[in-house]
């Protein structure tokens, strides 16, 4: 057996060269405490795995939930990309992965942070109420996922109980489902894995920060495992007025029923509520002097809030069958009950600088999600090749309200309001009543099956190749009229890839892929006459890649790609409240990344990305001045992000990351201009002994005055000046 031992800072060379990225058949090797590596997790890997961990400190090589094998910034393996326990390097896709090392170092506690050193991610402002980001070019706010399974509802999403952010680009529908075209985000969460854990840890910073999160875990028996994570936050922000109050609880259980089956069991509460902050508007073409605007709000922030309980309860069951078949089947039923209000600048500031049009809204929108997805996978040979097969189904049913209140102001009786931008923030009453907008239930129910071959020829040449078909079948009904509109569609999305291996350490690959978008869209929460017929989006995505393990504790990688996306919808001209589906837009890019142990003092993870993405056909003066050749909103030609990590001596480390992007416009019709973003973070790191280590963060270290995101020309949110948090971690 290798064993593997990781202690401090990192012996990165110690470690046995192709024990977790060479390339074979998995064995059933015995189960350490904590590893991934059921019988039936066993028999997906196609990688040989490690026969023997030994964890020791947070630098430590770890099997981790879903076929994850990290060390460090670094992972080597996972199972989300292909529903196999594969090596990355195996992997024909550009895959980014934000380890629980990396979380904890940088200090962030949102996806939004902690994604802005993956290479091809732009964060979106999500109308201060939701996670979302533009990926390759094309925005979401509902391709993200858990452990695989989707978690599409808009609201901010925490990283207690997360383990690693898994960044999977190009379209994925083989392995997610529909949309996705971009990419997706997965969170692959921490579970109970026998290993013993006791753990606090205490943040307390500028604008009043507060946050203390707690992870215990441990066996109750040799065949039963428990682990409980828990947050509670209360913290103001650097901007004026805004606040955020979460917390959050997740136990879960694990249960060794045999040798070969393993029944895991998880139920999360989470409860979020904040300040919506839609930021600042624009004037003559840029931001409305957000130099000096960092922290003033425009509106009526007693009145703008989002909150949002979530209940999610997930059962695993892991089961390798006598014949060699391995099932993981999911099952996960996730209630959310959401709602936001946002008084906020509906337009840019006048050229005398004199007035600026306040609006207002609410939207109410509960979601109740039932999915269950199941893999069947099993190896065999034909002659010289070997076959890891992957075939399944999934179920699922999501029901919802939309129901949305225009605001009415009681000086005016209208739903603007003016106010002067140098004082901006009005107190003024606001009536809420749904009048033209979204008042309706909605159901969708969704089926799909999918199939998929690994082939390994010898150790230079790979393939895979698979086809998923969905079943979506969605419905709504408007509560005023009672009128109901439906549509049902069938979508095939195939995936073709080849890996060519010269070396063991080194990988070029070739990638082709398309996914769907239903008409109804990211959420799906109406469907009118008009969009009942038109056709779905459609992402293609063609691409080449380079993935060398300079090191087995560093990999560099590097991937060009074209991204097409058609169908996209335009007002009907004609027919007012009809669309024509001939939009089309197209994302060409190249990426360079970098994560691992430079040295075994240096950790690092971040790359450059260059994305020209812009509109091609379709969009003309009647929608609102996007028109052939501008470039989509929100996304720079160039961004630069690096992440480093020195460990000085054993007790002390020292944190250094850059981020460097180009200019991007607020919207696609490229009438506002955002400038690029220069901004450094630092961390300091000090071991007190054994069971305790210290830090210190300190973002935007130069306090430059910068603009973060934005959601259209005047709705734009400006990035935080310096901020400095301190944190504590205790385990014993």
Excluded at 358 to 366: D, F, G, R, S
Excluded at 616 to 636: D, E, M
Aim: charged share 20%; proline share 4%.
């Amino acid at each position: 057996m290798h064993k593997v031992v990781i202690r401090g800072r990192v012996r990165a060379f110690l470690i046995v060269c192709g024990s977790a990225a060479g390339l074979g058949m998995a064995s059933a090797a015995p189960r350490e405490p904590g590893a991934d590596t059921t019988g039936a997790a066993l028999a997906g890997a196609t990688a040989t795995t490690l026969d023997e961990l030994s964890v020791a400190g947070e630098g430590g090589l770890r099997q981790e939930p879903l076929g994850g094998v990290t060390v460090g910034y670094l992972t080597k393996a996972t199972r989300s990309a292909t529903k196999t326990a594969t090596p990355l390097i195996d992997t024909p896709q550009s895959v980014t992965v934000v380890t629980q090392q990396q979380i904890r170092d940088q200090g962030f506690q949102s996806i939004e942070e902690a994604v802005r050193y993956v290479p091809g991610i732009i964060p979106h402002q999500g109308e201060g109420n939701r996670d979302d980001l533009v990926i390759r070019g094309q925005r979401s706010n509902a391709d993200f996922f858990v452990n695989g399974i989707r978690d599409d509802v808009q609201y901010f999403r925490d990283l207690y109980n997360t383990q690693r952010i898994e960044v999977l680009k190009g379209p994925n529908a083989l392995i997610f489902g529909r949309g996705g075209g971009g990419g997706v985000i997965n969170r692959v969460l921490k579970e109970a894995d026998g290993v013993p854990i006791r753990e606090i840890v205490a943040q307390g910073g500028q604008f009043d920060n507060k946050r203390v999160a707690l992870d215990v875990g441990d066996r109750i028996s040799d065949s039963v495992f428990f682990r409980l994570n828990g947050v509670f936050e209360d913290t103001g922000t650097y901007r004026d007025f805004v606040d955020i109050r979460r917390y959050g609880v997740n136990p879960t259980m694990t249960f060794l029923i045999g040798p070969q089956t393993t029944l895991k069991l998880s139920y999360e509460y989470f409860h979020d509520e904040r300040t919506t902050d839609r930021g600042i508007p624009s004037q003559f073409g840029r931001a409305y002097r957000y130099r000096q605007n960092t922290s003033t709000y425009f509106g009526n922030p007693d009145l703008s809030y989002a909150k949002v309980d979530a209940n999610i309860a997930t059962a695993t069951l892991d089961h390798l069958f006598e014949s060699g078949v391995a099932l993981h089947s999911t099952l996960r039923f996730a209630d959310y009950q959401k709602f936001y209000q946002n008084v906020y600048p509906g337009g840019p500031v006048n050229a005398a600088g004199t007035a600026v049009n306040i609006t207002a809204y609410n939207n109410e929108t509960p979601r109740t999600n039932y999915f269950s997805q199941n893999d069947f996978t099993y190896q065999f040979a034909t002659g010289l090749l070997k076959h890891t097969v992957v075939a399944g189904f999934e179920l699922g049913y999501q029901e919802g309200l939309a129901f949305r209140e225009e605001g009415f102001f009681s000086t005016t009786g209208t739903q603007t309001l003016v106010v002067n931008p140098l004082s901006p923030v009005t107190r003024v009453p606001v009536t809420f009543r749904n009048t033209t907008g979204a008042n309706n239930t909605y159901s969708l129910g969704l089926a799909a099956v999918y199939a998929q071959d690994q082939i390994e020829v010898n150790e230079h040449l790979q393939f895979i190749g698979g086809l998923r078909y969905d079943h979506f079948d969605f419905s709504s009904q408007d509560r005023r009229t009672a009128a109901v509109n439906a549509r049902v569609d069938d979508l095939v999305s195939p995936r073709a890839g080849v890996v060519v291996k010269p070396f063991a350490n080194l990988a070029f690959y070739g990638s082709y892929a398309i996914s769907y978008l239903p008409s109804s869209g990211d959420q799906f929460s109406t469907l009118s006459p008009g969009l009942a017929i038109t056709e779905p989006e459609r992402f293609e995505n063609a691409e080449i890649g380079v993935k060398y393990d300079v090191s087995p504790v560093l990999q560099l990688t590097g991937a060009l790609y074209n991204l097409d996306r058609f169908n996209q919808r335009l007002n009907d001209p004609n027919r007012a409240g009809f669309f024509l589906a001939s939009g089309q837009t197209n994302t060409q890019g190249a990426e360079i990344g970098i994560n691992g142990y430079v040295t075994d003092w240096w950790q690092a993870s971040g790359g450059y990305s260059f994305i020209d993405a812009t509109i091609v056909s379709g969009f003309g003066a009647a929608t609102a001045g996007i028109r052939p050749g501008n470039r989509v909103g929100l996304v720079p030609f160039n961004a630069f992000t690096l992440w480093n990590k020195f460990d000085v001596t054993d007790e002390f480390s020292l944190g250094v990351g850059y981020i460097q992007t180009g200019h991007t416009f607020a919207s696609s019709d490229d009438t506002v201009r955002l400038p690029g973003i220069t901004r450094f973070d630092l961390g300091l790191f000090y071991k007190i002994n054994e069971y305790a280590r210290a830090q210190v963060n300190i973002e935007n270290v130069f306090d430059r005055r910068y603009i973060a995101t934005a959601d259209g020309n005047n709705n734009i949110s400006p990035g935080a000046p310096r901020t400095v948090r301190a944190q504590v971690v205790v385990r014993w």
